[in-house]
C-alpha cells in the first residue's frame, strides 16, 4: 500500500511542534530548496499538493492500484518523534487560537488551518472542496432535503452518481446473495438506506470501487448488527453480551485447540450479523495492513462496549445524566467508520501516528459529532418507534427539566461546539505534526463528518425533522 511519505518539511517537525508550524512553513517557502536535517538531499515536492490527486469522476482502476498521480513521491524516511508535543490551550487541550496566534505571526492567514478547512488541490481534486463560510455554496444538483435551522454544518457536492451506482449494485448483490443478510421482504428497507450514496460521499477520494466497498461492506455489517441484535429487527438488551462476543470473533478471530476450532468457524455462519462481519472483515484484510485491521479491531470492541451500557440501561430503567449519555455515545457512535479513512483511500497513516493522544482526541470529537447529528436527523423516527429510545434531546428534557424544543435546540448546540472543537484541535495537530499521511488523513476525516452529514440531510426516506422552527 503506498505511503503518502515524509514531509518535505520533516526535518523541521519538532520545531514545528513547539511553534505550531507556521514560522517553518512559511520560511521554509520563503527559503526554497535546501537540504535536509542530516546531510540528506533536499526533498522533492509531492504531486497535486500534499493530499496527491483522484481519480476523474467514474473513472473505476484495477483492484488494488492507486493511480499513479496519487502516489506520492517517495522520499528519504526520517524519524518522527515518539511523541508529538502539541501546544495546550487553557481549557486542557489544543484551541484554534494557537493557529491564529501562529498565524499572526507571519501576517496571513494559517496556511496549515485552510489546508485542513479547503482541501487536497491539483488535477482531478475539485470535487472534494466542500464550501466553507464566506465561499460560494458547492456547484452541482441542489441536495434533498434540508439542514436542521441551526446546525454547523459544511455543504458538500453531491456523491459521484456513477459510482454511487456502482456501489449500489454491488452492496446489494453481496448483502442479498453473498451472505444473505436480509430477506427478500426488507428489499426497500435496503434501498432507503441508501449505502452508495453515503459512502461514495464519505470517501469521494477513493482511488477505486474495490476501496470503496471495503468501507461500505463493513457498514452494512454493523447495520445488521444493531438491527438484529439491539434495535429495530427482533433485538433486544436481553443476552446481547454474548451474541455481540460471538459476532466479535468474526473480526477478531479466536485462537483455540485444533478440537474445538471446526465449531468457531462453523458458528460464524449461523446468523446473518456473523456471516455479515466474517465477510467484510476478510475483505478489509485483504486491502489494509495488520495495524490497520488491529485498529479497526479496537473501534469496534469500543463501538460493542457502548451497545451493552445503553442495553445495561435500558435492562435497569436507567435515565443517564446528560455527562452518562455522551459517555455512552462516544463508544456506540461512528468511530470505526472514519478511522478507516486512510485503508479505503490507499495509504496508511502509521500506527505510531494513529496513537498519538492528539490524533485520538480529534478521531474521538469526529465520532462524538457525527453521532450527536444520528441522534438529532433521527429524533422524530425513534420518537415514532415502541418503548423509550435514548437520544441526546430525549436525555435533556427529562434531566433538565425542559420542553422537547428546548432540548432539541440543546442539543443542536452541543454538537456545534462538538463540530468546532474537532475542527480546531484538527488545525492544532496539522500544525503541530505536518506529515502528508497525518494531513491526509485529517482531511479524510473531516470529508468524512461532512459526508456523514450530507447522508443524514437527504435520506428522506428515513429520516423527517420535528416542527420546532
Known amino acids: 500500500m503506498p505511503d503518502p511519505g515524509p514531509s518535505p518539511l520533516q526535518s523541521s517537525l519538532p520545531a514545528a511542534a513547539a511553534r505550531f508550524g507556521t514560522h517553518i512553513l512559511a520560511n521554509a517557502r520563503a527559503a526554497g530548496p535546501g537540504p535536509a536535517a542530516g546531510g540528506a538531499s533536499a526533498l522533492p515536492a509531492l504531486p497535486g499538493g500534499v493530499f496527491g490527486s483522484v481519480p476523474a469522476a467514474g473513472s473505476v ?26 501546544p495546550v490551550g487553557p481549557g486542557g487541550g489544543p484551541a484554534a487560537r494557537h493557529v491564529r496566534e501562529g498565524a499572526a505571526a507571519v501576517g496571513r492567514p494559517s496556511p496549515v488551518l ?32 434540508r439542514p436542521i435551522p441551526g446546525l454547523y454544518h459544511h455543504p458538500v457536492p453531491a456523491p459521484d452518481p456513477a459510482r454511487v451506482e456502482e456501489v449500489s449494485r454491488r ?13 427478500e421482504d426488507w428489499e426497500d428497507q435496503f434501498d432507503g438506506f441508501s449505502v452508495g450514496s453515503y459512502m461514495v460521499g464519505c470517501h469521494p ?38 451474541r ?88 456506540n457512535n461512528f468511530r470505526p467508520c472514519p478511522t478507516i479513512t486512510d485503508t479505503v483511500g490507499g495509504y ?28 438529532l436527523y433521527s429524533y422524530t423516527k425513534e420518537l415514532a418507534a415502541p418503548g423509550r429510545h435514548l437520544n ?15 432540548a432539541y435546540l440543546k442539543a443542536v448546540e452541543v454538537h456545534n461546539d462538538l463540530m468546532r472543537d474537532f475542527e480546531a484541535e484538527a ?31 437527504t435520506n428522506t426516506y428515513r429520516y423527517s425533522l420535528p416542527d420546532f422552527w
Not at 460464524?268 to 479497526?296: G, I, K, N
Not at 469526529?366 to 447529528?373: K, L, Q, R, Y
Not at 492544532?428 to 485529517?442: G, I, K, N
Open 61 to 86: 482502476p484495477a483492484a488494488g492500484v492507486v493511480p499513479a498521480a496519487a502516489v506520492p513521491v517517495q522520499v528519504p524516511a526520517v524519524r518522527v518523534p515518539a511523541s508529538v508535543p502539541v
Open 114 to 145: 485552510d489546508r485542513i478547512l479547503r482541501g487536497p488541490s491539483g488535477l482531478g481534486t475539485a470535487s472534494l472542496h466542500p464550501a466553507r463560510p464566506g465561499e460560494p455554496a458547492a456547484s452541482g444538483t441542489p441536495a434533498a432535503g
Open 171 to 183: 452492496i446489494k448483490a453481496w448483502a442479498m446473495d453473498e451472505v444473505q443478510l436480509y430477506p
Open 205 to 242: 477520494d477513493a482511488p477505486s470501487i474495490d476501496h470503496l466497498m471495503v468501507a461500505t461492506r463493513l457498514m452494512v455489517a454493523e447495520n445488521a448488527v444493531d438491527d438484529y441484535y439491539c434495535e429495530d429487527h427482533g433485538g433486544s438488551p436481553v443476552g446481547l453480551g454474548g
Open 244 to 331: 455481540l462476543l460471538l459476532a466479535h470473533t468474526a473480526l477478531d478471530p479466536l485462537q483455540t485447540t485444533k478440537e474445538y476450532q471446526p465449531q468457531w468457524a462453523k458458528s460464524l455462519h449461523a446468523d446473518a450479523p456473523r456471516r455479515a462481519y466474517r465477510s467484510a472483515m476478510e475483505y478489509f484484510v485483504q486491502r489494509s495492513t495488520p495495524s490497520q485491521a488491529d485498529r479497526f479491531r479496537h473501534d469496534m470492541a469500543r463501538l460493542h462496549l457502548g451497545y451493552l451500557a445503553e442495553a445495561a440501561w435500558a435492562q435497569t430503567d436507567h435515565l443517564p445524566e446528560v455527562w452518562e449519555y455522551l459517555a455512552m455515545r462516544q463508544f
Open 348 to 375: 496508511e497513516l502509521p500506527a505510531d501516528l494513529h496513537a498519538q493522544p492528539a490524533m485520538q482526541r480529534v478521531l474521538a470529537l469526529a465520532g462524538n459529532a457525527t453521532t450527536i447529528v444520528n441522534d
Open 392 to 406: 441526546l434531546p430525549v436525555v435533556i428534557a427529562e434531566r433538565e427539566g425542559v420542553s422537547d424544543q428546548e
Open 427 to 457: 488545525a492544532a495537530l496539522a500544525a503541530a505534526c505536518p506529515v502528508p499521511s497525518v494531513l491526509r488523513f485529517l482531511r479524510g476525516v473531516a470529508v468524512w463528518v461532512d459526508g456523514n452529514h450530507y447522508w443524514h440531510m
